[in-house]
């Protein structure tokens, strides 16, 4: 079974900062890999996703991913961290399932702070 | 475009009360899925429609879960008998289709609070 394991539910980091938000992923066939965003009483919108072309994905608002399949790791990174950016983050697997469809396996999320 | 939209926004009732919760997919999506956050729990999969059909059910907790699609578009899930456990926001998504790696677009959710 696919699991994505999302490294500290919690991260501050100061304005201007590195983010590095962590997740490693568990699947028995190649992973397409999603990082999708939760602002407070929103629903999620997606940030970046990986379906096997390449290694380095960039998404939206200067935010990227690289897909390590050595690590099973998707690490979210931005070089410079807005106060803006201060939401919750979710990590999340898609296989297919026995009857053909999309089967998505989301982290429990972590909650990124920014610091002026 | 319009995105996906739910209703109610928020949702107090008591305990034993029955609830609806209704979800618009963005026009053309032809699957939907149902979602429940609690909290610190990420997100845990309840439901799935292509079309209107629901071909996976594995995810809803109890008998006291339900949901229907109509039309192909709108959806509704029904928690009866209410219980404080159910408490959690309740999210919709639809896609295009259900092919791997379709992206999933959300709506705002609906947070349930049981008393």
């Known amino acids: 079974a696919q699991s994505v394991t999302q490294l500290g539910s919690h991260v501050s980091v100061s304005e201007g900062a590195l983010v590095l938000l962590r997740c490693n992923y568990s699947?028995?066939?190649?992973?397409?890999l999603f990082w999708y965003v939760q602002y407070p009483n929103q629903g999620l919108q997606l940030l970046l996703k990986y379906t096997s072309a390449a290694t380095l994905v960039k998404g939206i608002n200067g935010f990227e991913a690289e897909f390590k399949k050595s690590e099973t790791s998707f690490h979210l990174t931005k070089p410079s961290a807005h106060m803006s950016d201060a939401a919750e983050y979710f990590c999340?697997?898609?296989?297919?399932?026995?009857?053909?469809?999309?089967?998505?396996?989301f982290g429990t999320g972590t909650k990124l702070q920014v610091i002026p | 475009g319009a995105g996906v939209s739910q209703s109610p926004s928020n949702k107090v009732t008591e305990k034993g009360k029955d609830v609806e919760l209704r979800c618009d997919p963005i026009?053309?999506?032809?699957?939907l899925y149902w979602y429940r956050q609690s909290l610190g729990q990420g997100l845990e999969f309840l439901i799935y429609?292509?079309?209107?059909?629901?071909?996976?059910k594995s995810g809803l907790p109890s008998d006291r879960f339900s949901a229907e699609r109509t039309g192909g578009s709108v959806s509704t899930l029904t928690i009866q008998r209410t219980q404080q456990e159910d408490s959690a926001v309740y999210l919709c998504?639809?896609?295009?289709?259900?092919?791997?790696?379709?992206?999933?677009?959300f709506g705002p959710g609906t947070r349930l609070l049981v008393l």
């Open positions: 429609f292509q079309g209107n059909s629901a071909p996976d």
């Open positions: 026009s053309g999506h032809t699957a």
């Open positions: 699947s028995s066939v190649p992973p397409y």
């Open positions: 999340a697997v898609s296989d297919t399932n026995s009857g053909g469809y999309q089967k998505v396996t």
């Open positions: 998504a639809s896609s295009r289709a259900t092919i791997k790696g379709e992206t999933q677009y």
